[in-house]
Structure formats: structure tokens, C-alpha cells
């Protein structure tokens, strides 16, 4: 493929949902290697923004109750990034 797929779990999914009853998470992101690449070029790091868009989580107090978010590469089980609320203003 030519860029980054997120996703959670269908469990997490669900977990969201009965947490947060007004979030509508999503299955999967897609975003093409040019277009992360240009959003943090000019914007900022990609990952702070992706996933309160695959939570369905708009809300700046419910966002800091996830404390730490781990972006894992599916095939290597690899930790490729690592937010908390300390490091991002989430």
C-alpha cells in the first residue's frame, strides 16, 4: 500500500462506546505516505491528530482519561509511536 492504516480493535471499539456514549469511533484511517508526510511538515506530528478521529473522541477532558496511546505496527508488534497527555496537549 502507499501509506499508514489505524485501526482498534473491535474490543477497544466497543469499550469507547459504553465509556463514551456520544463518540462514534472508526475501523480504519487510511493516510497516503505524501499526505502524513505534508501534514507534518506543516502542521505538526500526525499520530496527536489521528487518534481522537479513530476514537470518535472530541472532548478534551475525555481525550486526557486514555492517558497513554500506543501506535503498534500489526505485523512486528513493534511500538512505532507513544503519546501521553504530558507530552501532547490533547
Do not use: C, W
Not at 471499539?13 to 505516505?33: E, T
Request: no cysteine.
Amino acid at each position: 500500500m502507499d501509506g499508514y492504516s489505524f485501526s482498534i480493535t473491535p474490543s477497544i471499539r466497543d469499550l469507547i462506546k459504553r465509556l463514551f456514549p456520544n463518540a462514534y469511533p472508526a475501523n480504519n484511517i487510511f493516510v497516503g505516505y505524501d499526505t502524513k508526510s505534508d501534514f507534518e511538515f506543516y502542521v505538526s506530528k500526525l499520530e496527536s491528530h489521528i487518534y481522537p478521529a479513530l476514537l470518535g473522541v472530541d472532548n478534551e477532558n475525555d481525550l486526557n482519561q486514555f492517558g497513554e496511546i500506543l501506535f503498534i505496527d500489526t505485523q512486528t508488534g513493534k511500538i512505532l509511536h507513544k503519546l501521553t497527555p504530558r507530552d501532547e496537549k490533547i
